[in-house]
């Protein structure tokens, strides 16, 4: 559905009836990353996946979208959907800075967060400046350097053989995404804040999943990220790399239902 948020048109693709579970994709991709987490969860959730600002059939505002922006449109979509109480947040990796900044903002909104696959800290200057270069290059021919850049890192190394749909969604995904849009978002990732030290401040019960083959926020970063954060757990998907939901769905939805259920 469409939703309209202080004037400006979100996508938004809700499912199911129950308490409020909403999906936040990573870059640069949309809310069909989440297809079998909307199936799984529509029995018992009312399931919320939004296109993020610049991506998918949302708003594309050119320049720089910073990771803060994208929270606030969150918060705004909840309010369009009369959804005033706390919800269940699961991001994976740009939509998990976006949670952390949702979380930082808005603790009042949130009951539980799932983070897949994400990291806490700032990009070093050298990895920003990489970003800064290649968002340049998508404004002038495309988003077909993304897929260049980033396919090869966000997959195990099984996952060719094993599920080669998903490689292909994930291509396709990459292909539409809106050059402006997924440009605007590098500008912000590049300086998102570093949120290393406020993580022992999140006081809702909190899940870090990963794949054990992530190239790109590895176990051991999401280890250390759910050690600092009082009481959190951290699950190891196995045959999964960075897009951990999509590798390897059965485990993840597992891993979640389990959470979600306490
Ligand atoms: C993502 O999957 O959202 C990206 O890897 C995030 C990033 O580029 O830092």
């Given at each position: 559905?469409?939703v ?5 048109t ?7 009836a129950?308490?409020p579970?909403?999906?936040?994709h990573?870059?640069p991709l ?8 909307l199936e799984?969860?529509?029995v ?15 708003v594309v ?6 990771m803060?922006?994208m929270?606030?449109d969150?918060r705004?979509l ?6 005033a109480g ?6 994976l990796?740009?939509?998990?800075y976006?949670?952390?900044?949702f ?5 009042d ?6 983070q897949?696959?994400?990291?806490a800290i ?17 404004l002038?021919a495309?988003?077909e350097a993304?897929?260049?850049a ?6 195990a190394?099984?996952t060719?053989?094993r599920r ?5 969604a994930?291509?396709?995904?990459i292909?539409?995404a809106?050059?402006?849009?997924a ?6 990732m ?9 993580l ?12 054990a083959?992530?190239a790109?926020s590895p176990?051991?970063e999401?280890?250390?990220i759910?050690?600092?954060i ?6 190891v998907i196995e ?9 390897n769905p059965a485990?993840?939805?597992?891993a979640?239902a389990k959470?979600?259920?306490v």
């Amino acid at each position: 559905m469409q939703v309209l948020v202080a004037g400006e048109t979100f996508h938004v693709e809700v499912r199911g009836a129950g308490p409020p579970l909403v999906l936040l994709h990573g870059f640069p991709l949309d809310h069909t990353m989440w297809e079998a987490q909307l199936e799984f969860f529509s029995v018992g959730w009312r399931v919320i996946a939004p296109d993020l600002r610049g991506f998918g059939a949302s708003v594309v505002t050119p320049g720089r979208v910073t990771m803060e922006q994208m929270a606030d449109d969150c918060r705004g979509l909840l309010d369009a959907l009369e959804i005033a109480g706390p919800v269940a947040l699961c991001g994976l990796s740009m939509g998990g800075y976006v949670a952390w900044q949702f979380a930082r903002k808005y603790p009042d909104r949130l009951r539980r967060l799932v983070q897949c696959d994400t990291r806490a800290i700032a990009d070093s200057s050298e990895a920003a400046a990489n970003r800064r270069k290649l968002a340049e290059h998508v404004l002038a021919a495309g988003t077909e350097a993304l897929a260049v850049a980033m396919l090869p890192k966000l997959f195990a190394p099984g996952t060719t053989q094993r599920r080669p749909e998903v490689i292909s969604a994930v291509r396709a995904m990459i292909a539409v995404a809106p050059p402006a849009g997924a440009a605007a978002a590098q500008y912000g990732m590049a300086e998102r804040p570093d949120v290393t030290a406020w993580l022992p401040s999140v006081r809702v019960p909190t899940l870090l999943i990963v794949g054990a083959h992530d190239a790109i926020s590895p176990p051991d970063e999401m280890r250390a990220i759910s050690q600092a954060i009082p009481g959190a757990s951290l699950r190891v998907i196995e045959n999964a790399g960075h897009m951990a939901p999509m590798e390897n769905p059965a485990d993840v939805n597992r891993a979640i239902a389990k959470f979600l259920a306490v």
